[in-house]
């Protein structure tokens, strides 16, 4: 009984001694810290021989946000990639402020321009890119070296 009450009050000085130290809170991110302005994630195709139907090709979850990069897999090939933020594919954006595309600049990418339809390639980069109270996303995809922008969405 001696034995238990103090592993217990061990237990407890240990447990205390770790929350209350500087380092350990100090490690925890600062409450408001914004949203990074400018990133790139990037994301491999879905496997060839993948079944029919919609596939998810990579994923990536933020405390901001939750991107996905999805196919439309037709006969094992994928026909078409696009951006689904929040569980809902994004609609193309109308225009694209020129922080968007200063973004892309930064991350080595081309200018956004006209939008390729469909979207299909060997590699594939999402610029998210933020401009005042809006998040875009931008989705490239590479053929070999060839980077082409192929869509653009806010979410």
């Given at each position: 009984?001696?034995?238990?009450?103090?592993?217990?009050?061990?237990?407890?000085?240990?447990?205390?001694a770790?929350?209350?130290?500087?380092?350990?809170?100090?490690?925890?991110?600062?409450?408001?810290?914004?949203?990074?302005?400018?990133?790139?994630?990037?994301?491999?195709?879905?496997?060839?021989?993948?079944s029919?139907?919609e596939?998810?090709?990579?994923?990536?979850?933020?405390?901001?946000?939750?991107?996905?990069?999805?196919?439309?897999?037709?006969?094992?090939?994928?026909?078409?990639?696009?951006i689904?933020?929040?569980?809902?594919?994004?609609?193309?954006?109308?225009?694209?402020?020129?922080?968007?595309?200063?973004?892309?600049?930064?991350?080595?990418?081309?200018?956004?321009?006209?939008?390729?339809?469909?979207?299909?390639?060997?590699?594939?980069?999402m610029?998210?890119a933020?401009?005042?109270?809006?998040?875009?996303?931008?989705?490239?995809a590479?053929?070999?070296?060839?980077w082409?922008?192929?869509?653009?969405g806010?979410?």
């Open positions: 009984m001696k034995i238990v009450s103090i592993a217990v009050g061990t237990a407890l000085a240990v447990i205390f770790v929350t209350a130290s500087p380092g350990w809170a100090a490690a925890k991110p600062a409450a408001g810290k914004p949203a990074p302005s400018c990133a790139a994630l990037a994301f491999r195709p879905v496997p060839a021989g993948t029919d139907g596939q998810t090709a990579g994923m990536y979850r933020s405390r901001f946000a939750r991107l996905e990069l999805r196919a439309s897999v037709q006969n094992g090939a994928p026909a078409n990639y696009y689904v933020a929040g569980g809902t594919r994004l609609s193309a954006a109308q225009g694209l402020p020129e922080a968007a595309a200063n973004c892309a600049t930064l991350k080595k990418m081309p200018l956004p321009q006209a939008a390729a339809d469909p979207c299909t390639g060997d590699r594939f980069t610029v998210v933020h401009a005042g109270d809006k998040r875009y996303a931008l989705l490239y590479a053929s070999g070296s060839n082409r922008f192929c869509n653009a806010t979410f």
